[in-house]
């Protein structure tokens, strides 16, 4: 199930009677605002190029992969024609190279078929994206959210999401992932749109 323009104000009604240290940040924030991407293919290519990185280098790097596409559009067809020494030097490492190479093999042969993943519940679309080499739960969680529109995604091991929640609720850095998961709890059926506001309280 997609998030409709029309539950956003559900939500964040529903999520500053939960949680009052969330209305705050909500609040201050302002209106919620997340873009999703329509081509499944390209949020995971982002996906994998933001791994243990900084956004603004990701940024960078994906930028300098779509000024090599036809059109700026990232596509498995372009991908595939570009050779390892053109991706080596925009700042892709050879870790991540075997895995865009192995997520646009898996897209052009069938293997994950993004029509299929978007009819599927969360816990089924994510066994499927996982069978990509390079892609764990973190980055098919991160699909759900930025491509599918999914509405209850929390991503325990999302850096900028544990800053955020050690930051707001004094939990310890270095806490059990189930330590999180109790606090994004309180946030159900609307996970998603708490952690963007988590996002953005941490640009802020």
């Not at 330590?179 to 953005?200: C, G, H, M, N, T």
Request: proline share 4%.
């Amino acid at each position: 199930m997609r998030l409709k323009a029309a539950q956003i104000p559900t939500a964040l009604q529903q999520l500053r009677e939960t949680d009052h240290i969330l209305a705050a940040v909500i609040d201050r924030t302002g209106p919620f605002a997340l873009k999703t991407q329509k081509s499944g293919y390209e949020v995971l290519v982002q996906a994998v190029i933001s791994q243990q990185i900084s956004t603004a280098a990701a940024r960078t790097i994906r930028l300098r992969l779509q000024a090599l596409m036809p059109r700026h559009k990232l596509q498995p067809e372009a991908l595939q024609q570009l050779s390892d020494e053109q991706l080596n030097q925009i700042g892709i490492s050879r870790q991540k190279l075997s895995y865009l190479r192995d997520l646009t093999r898996c897209t052009l042969d069938g293997i994950i078929q993004f029509r299929r993943i978007s009819q599927a519940n969360d816990e089924d679309a994510i066994a499927e994206l996982i069978q990509v080499r390079g892609i764990g739960r973190w980055t098919a969680q991160m699909y759900l959210m930025f491509s599918l529109g999914r509405p209850d995604v929390f991503a325990p091991d999302d850096l900028g999401l544990r800053n955020a929640i050690t930051r707001l609720y004094h939990v310890p850095p270095n806490s059990h992932r189930r330590d999180f998961e109790a606090i994004a709890d309180q946030w159900k059926p609307w996970r998603s749109v708490a952690s963007w506001y988590l996002w953005r309280f941490l640009e802020q």
